[in-house]
C-alpha cells in the first residue's frame, strides 16, 4: 500500500493476522481455508450502540430496555419539539438520524429544546448521527456546542457533553491496523514488492502489505492483501510480530503486524495500479538492501521471520474461542499449539 515502507507500511510490513483454530499449519502439509467473516458485537460502548442502531435498517430491536427505532417507525415522543432519540447504558442519549426535521430553522428549535429537556433530565453525553444528505444542519449542530466525533463515507458523528465536569465519552478512532506477508518458497526466496508511490521506500523491494478492512481478521488482511498485490496464494501460519508508531499519517498511531504465510501457488500476477514490480528474491539479497540495514527495527523483523521459517522461533498462533461480546467465535492470538519450538 502506498503508506507501507519496505516491508509494511512505512517500514515494518507487519500484518495483523487472526489465528486459526488452535492448530499450527505445517509448512510441508496442506492448508485448509475457512471463512473468517463474522458479525460486530451488539454493543460495549454507546459507540458501538451508535454504530449497530444506525444500521438496522427497517427493524425494531429491544435490549436491556434500550429502543431502537427505524426510519419508518414513529420515535419516541418526549415532548413537542423534542427529538426522536433512545438511551444509552451510560446515562446518554442517541438521536434518531431519520427523525431530524428537514428545515434548517425547525431543526435548530428541536435541537435546543431538546437539549434543555435532556439537561433537566439529568442527561450525559449527546450522540448526534448527521446523513449526507443532512450535511446542512452541522453548522446547527455546532453551533450549539456540539463537537466532531468521527466520520465515515454518508455521515458525520458529533457529540454533546452535558455535565460540568471532564468529559467521559470515548474519544474516535486513533488507530489504523495494517498487516503484511512474509511469504517465503523452499529455495528461501521471499515474495516481495516495489510500490508505485514517491515515498522513501519506492525503489525498495519490500513485503506486501496493506490496511485491514472493516470487520475482517487480521490473518485474512494478510492472505487478502498478498493476493491482491502479487496474485500468489497463501496460508496464514503465524503472526511473528507487530509494531507500535504514532503521529503518522493523519496524525494517527500505527498498528503493523508482520504474518508468516505458506504459499500455496508461485506464479505472479501484479496489481498494477499500486504495484511497479513483485518477484520472488533469495532472502540474502532481501535483507541486505540499505533500507534493512539501516532501519534496526524492521530488520529485527525480517530475521524473526527467518528464525520462525527455519522453527527456531515460534509467534502466536490463533486460536478460535466464543467471545461473551457477541457470543461468537472470534480469534485469540497466543503462543502455543501442538507443536514446540526451540528457542
Request: some cysteine; glycine content about 6%; charged content about 25%.
Amino acid at each position: 500500500m502506498v503508506l507501507a515502507a519496505v516491508l509494511g507500511r512505512n517500514f515494518l510490513g507487519f500484518c495483523r493476522h487472526e489465528l486459526l483454530k488452535e492448530q499450527r499449519v505445517s509448512r510441508t502439509e496442506k492448508f485448509t481455508l475457512f471463512d473468517s467473516s463474522r458479525d460486530l458485537p451488539w454493543k460495549t460502548s454507546p459507540l458501538k450502540t451508535l454504530n449497530l442502531m444506525f444500521s438496522t435498517g427497517n427493524n425494531v430491536i429491544r435490549r436491556n430496555g434500550i429502543q431502537v427505532v427505524s426510519p419508518d417507525i414513529s420515535a419516541p415522543s418526549w415532548g413537542p419539539e423534542v427529538l426522536g432519540a433512545w438511551d444509552d447504558e451510560y446515562g446518554g442519549v442517541v438521536i434518531n438520524p431519520w427523525s431530524l426535521p428537514s428545515s434548517a430553522n425547525a431543526f435548530a428549535s428541536a435541537l435546543k429544546t431538546s437539549l434543555s429537556d435532556w439537561k433537566l433530565k439529568g442527561k450525559r453525553g449527546i450522540w448526534l448521527k448527521i446523513l449526507e444528505e443532512q450535511a446542512d444542519l452541522v453548522p446547527i449542530a455546532i453551533q450549539e456546542g456540539f463537537k466532531y466525533h468521527h466520520a465515515e463515507p454518508g455521515f458525520l458523528v458529533l457529540t454533546y457533553w452535558i455535565p460540568d465536569e471532564p468529559c467521559l465519552l470515548p474519544a474516535g478512532p486513533s488507530h489504523q491496523i495494517g498487516v503484511g506477508g512474509f511469504v517465503i518458497n523452499d529455495k528461501r526466496e521471499v515474495l516481495v514488492v516495489k510500490e508505485k508511490c514517491s515515498c522513501i521506500c519506492s525503489d525498495v523491494w519490500k513485503l506486501p502489505t496493506g490496511y485491514i478492512n472493516k470487520a475482517e481478521d487480521l490473518f485474512s488482511g494478510a492472505v487478502r492483501e498478498v493476493k491482491e498485490e502479487t496474485g500468489v496464494d497463501t496460508a496464514f501460519l503465524e503472526m511473528v510480530a507487530f509494531r507500535h508508531v504514532h503521529q503518522v499519517a493523519f496524525e494517527k498511531s500505527d498498528l503493523l503486524f508482520v504474518c508468516m504465510l505458506k504459499p500455496l501457488s508461485s506464479d505472479i500476477t501484479i496489481d498494477d495500479r499500486e504495484i511497479q514490480a513483485a518477484k520472488w528474491m533469495a532472502y540474502d539479497e532481501f535483507i541486505s538492501q540499505p533500507y534493512y540495514q539501516e532501519d534496526h527495527m524492521l530488520k529485527k523483523a525480517m530475521e524473526l521471520c527467518m528464525e520462525a521459517y527455519e522453527e527456531r522461533y515460534c509467534g502466536f498462533i490463533a486460536h478460535q474461542l466464543t467471545s461473551k461480546l457477541d457470543g461468537k467465535l472470534s480469534y485469540l492470538y497466543y503462543y502455543g499449539g501442538s507443536n514446540s519450538c526451540e528457542i
